[in-house]
């Protein structure tokens, strides 16, 4: 099983609304990480997580705080975004960061209003 | 600064035709190089990691090639077929920092 699964599928929220974004695999993989991906762009890296420490965080507004409960779980809190915030955001996972395949998420589509 | 190219931006098949996409990167010190998949609003399927000790990779219908030190990749879809239409990603993931920077993409259409 090489699934990354990402909830909500889509999310309508308020420049003044706190939500969640959850991201979760059960492949044993330790590293974890957030893309941003606006329309017919690629995706752009956002936070790495590595054995549940943050490892990278690509210089990323605080506006978005990411979070990793435990090894299978990976969070990202939005609060008090902005109408250019809305974009698919993307979750993978990988055995290590080193050398392994990145497996993704099908993503969740955000507009904020 | 990795950067990373594809060429071409976008390619219209008939049905049935070979066909080869381009992947160029800048800063040739790389872990490995991975080709996804991305259909329209979806995530991305991984198709294809090559290493960079590695020359190339084949699945199925795909073979995709390395030459690490002239900074370019080739992914090769044989026979290809409308279901292969999607746009195809290719990301380098660098040695120093374990970045995975991605390309633009190729937008292919396969007709019928």
């Known amino acids: 099983d090489t699934e990354v699964t990402q909830t909500p599928k889509h999310l309508v929220m308020g420049m003044t609304n706190k939500k969640s974004l959850k991201c979760e695999q059960h492949?044993?993989?330790?590293?974890m990480y957030w893309y941003k991906q606006k329309a017919k762009k690629p995706p752009e890296l956002m936070f790495v997580?590595?054995?549940?420490?943050?490892?990278i965080n690509e210089s990323v507004p605080s506006r978005f705080s990411p979070e990793c409960p435990n090894s299978s779980l990976l969070n990202l809190h939005l609060h008090a975004l902005q109408p250019e915030d809305s974009a698919l955001y993307l979750c993978?996972?990988?055995?290590?960061?080193?050398?392994?395949?990145?497996?993704f998420g099908a993503g969740t589509r955000l507009s904020v209003l | 600064k990795q950067e990373v190219t594809q060429i071409p931006a976008a390619l219209s098949v008939p049905e049935g035709e070979n066909l080869v996409l381009n992947c160029s990167f800048t800063d040739s010190a790389i872990y490995n190089l991975q080709w996804f998949r991305q259909d329209p609003g979806k995530g991305l399927t991984s198709l294809l990691l090559?290493?960079?000790?590695?020359r190339e990779q084949t699945s199925g219908r795909l073979n995709a090639s390395l030459d690490k030190s002239s900074g370019r990749s080739t992914l090769y879809i044989a026979a290809s077929q409308p279901g292969d239409s999607a746009t195809y990603l290719c990301?380098?993931?660098?040695?120093?920092?374990?970045?995975?920077?991605f390309g633009k993409g190729t937008l292919l259409t396969v007709n019928p």
């Open positions: 993978a996972s990988s055995q290590g960061t080193g050398e392994n395949i990145q497996y």
């Open positions: 997580y590595s054995y549940e420490k943050l490892s």
């Open positions: 090559i290493q960079s000790s590695q």
């Open positions: 492949m044993g993989h330790r590293a």
């Open positions: 990301a380098v993931k660098g040695s120093s920092n374990y970045k995975l920077t």
